[in-house]
């Protein structure tokens, strides 16, 4: 149930991500790691913060919302809600070790977005490529962090789980 999901958001994100036209910077693979013990992450954001130290470290990025487990959107950064119950999250795809910029890598592989899934996840292009999708999922309830978690999506492991319709 948690793939499908993933799959859903990632979808979405897809259809969404760079949509405004502004570029946003990348983050790269450090920047998903977590102190094991605190639950910290490598930009110093930890559960009991709020929107000040959260928006210090990601306001620059691309940052996927659902409140009141609502459906995921981009929000921008003075338009979330953190005072109410509230998931965000800071997706990125890597291939073969880089942070991808979703409008380049489309234009340079000549396809469009809502293709994009179906691209990365063909075994043809998972024989040559090491794909992941990485995100942070922060959980906040009245203005701070509750939970931080680092997940990720290997596609050269699983990638029958995110076979696009």
């Not at 949509?19 to 110093?44: N, S």
């Not at 559960?47 to 928006?55: K, P, Q, V």
């Not at 990025?61 to 109410?84: K, T």
Request: overall charge negative.
């Amino acid at each position: 149930m948690k793939k499908i999901a993933v799959l859903l958001i990632l979808t979405f994100s897809l259809t969404t991500l760079s949509a405004c036209g502004e570029e946003k910077p990348l983050l790269t693979a450090t920047d998903y790691d977590l102190d094991a013990e605190t639950a910290q992450t490598i930009r110093g954001v930890k559960i009991g913060d709020g929107a000040d130290a959260f928006l210090a470290a990601y306001r620059d990025y691309d940052i996927l919302s659902s409140v009141d487990d609502g459906s995921y959107q981009f929000l921008p950064a003075e338009e979330i809600p953190f005072d109410a119950p509230l998931t965000t999250i800071l997706p990125s795809f890597f291939v073969d070790g880089t942070a991808v910029e979703i409008d380049a890598f489309c234009e340079d592989n000549e396809i469009e977005k809502d293709a994009l899934l179906s691209f990365l996840t063909d075994e043809a292009y998972l024989e040559h490529h090491a794909v992941v999708y990485q995100y942070l999922v922060f959980e906040w309830e009245n203005g701070a962090i509750t939970d931080i978690r680092s997940e990720s999506m290997d596609y050269n492991k699983d990638a029958s789980y995110y076979t696009a319709n």
